[in-house]
């Protein structure tokens, strides 16, 4: 049998065609990398080449030579375990005293006409536009001993001595929870806003009170801004330095003071790189643990018949 006369002139055609394709598709990737060059050069430079000598230096010990005295330190010593209960304890109250405080305001501004919450949301906004050593300088002056909140509640009658306020655990929760809440309120508020309010009318119109729409289904559906928020609260917490170094008044001792200490009074170059290379591990644990965690709230939450 032979081929139509067109035959043998299409197979060519279609080759050069799919050639043709493939070598656009090899230059748009080319061209895309080549539109990433500089940010990948930016974070070589400023994260993974410091991130490769801190864990170098962590390996050096007292006299120069390679050893895992730093990390044999840190479990010899009790003040290090100390140390990392104190900063996962204050992440986690400050996270959870966020997302008590944070939740109802971001659904609070959720439920505002767009154009007055976003005027609303200037007030979350407005911390950052204040230095952060300022702002924990402003809670010192409310909060110690002679500071206005004191002044004014044993004139006011409302306690007799000054509360210990400041230059305590109480005192750094404080002055995190007003740094770190604007990061929980803006993911929050943003995944919030996203969710179909005829959803919630749905719900009601099958007979759910607002009670149960809210938890059953609006709830659910802001759990993805919820977590991206707690855990950036979280994340941030690790590494705070100038709030406990401030309104903790050396009482409370985080990862981060410890390191500043192991570098600025003890010229001790490895053992604060093995606490930064701890910390640095520890953390993207969690978060590989949230990972799974989230995935699995999604497989089994989901309601997939």
């Not at 179909?196 to 659910?220: I, N």
């Not at 050396?250 to 093995?274: C, H, L, P, Q, Y």
């Amino acid at each position: 049998m032979t081929l139509p006369t067109g035959s043998a002139a299409t197979a060519p055609a279609g080759d050069c065609n799919a050639a043709a394709l493939r070598r656009d598709h090899a230059f748009e990737r080319l061209a895309l990398f080549g539109l990433a060059v500089p940010a990948l050069v930016l974070v070589i430079v400023t994260m993974a080449i410091p991130t490769a000598w801190l864990f170098w230096l962590s390996f050096v010990g007292d006299d120069g030579s390679v050893s895992l005295v730093n990390y044999q330190r840190m479990i010899e010593q009790p003040s290090y375990m100390r140390t990392f209960v104190a900063t996962f304890q204050i992440a986690g109250l400050t996270t959870a005293i966020c997302v008590l405080v944070g939740y109802p305001l971001a659904y609070f501004l959720s439920q505002l006409p767009e154009r007055v919450a976003n005027l609303c949301m200037i007030a979350v906004l407005l911390p950052f536009w204040t230095s952060l050593l300022v702002r924990t300088y402003a809670w010192l002056v409310l909060l110690q001993r002679t500071g206005l909140i004191n002044t004014w509640g044993i004139k006011a009658g409302l306690w007799s001595e000054p509360l210990p306020l400041v230059h305590n655990q109480t005192g750094t929760l404080i002055g995190m929870v007003h740094v770190l809440l604007p990061f929980l309120v803006l993911p929050l508020y943003g995944a919030m806003r996203a969710i179909d309010r005829d959803l919630l009318r749905a719900a009601s119109s099958l007979g759910a009170t607002p009670s149960q729409a809210f938890a059953k289904v609006f709830l659910p559906l802001s759990v993805p801004g919820l977590t991206a928020g707690g855990m950036i609260v979280f994340i941030l917490c690790l590494g705070f330095y100038v709030t406990p170094a401030v309104l903790g008044g050396g009482k409370v001792t985080m990862v981060s003071n410890r390191i500043a200490d192991n570098i600025e009074v003890f010229f001790n170059w490895g053992a604060a790189s093995a606490l930064g290379v701890v910390l640095l591990v520890v953390t993207f644990a969690l978060l590989w643990l949230a990972g799974r965690l989230a995935r699995g709230v999604d497989l089994f939450g989901g309601g997939h018949g």
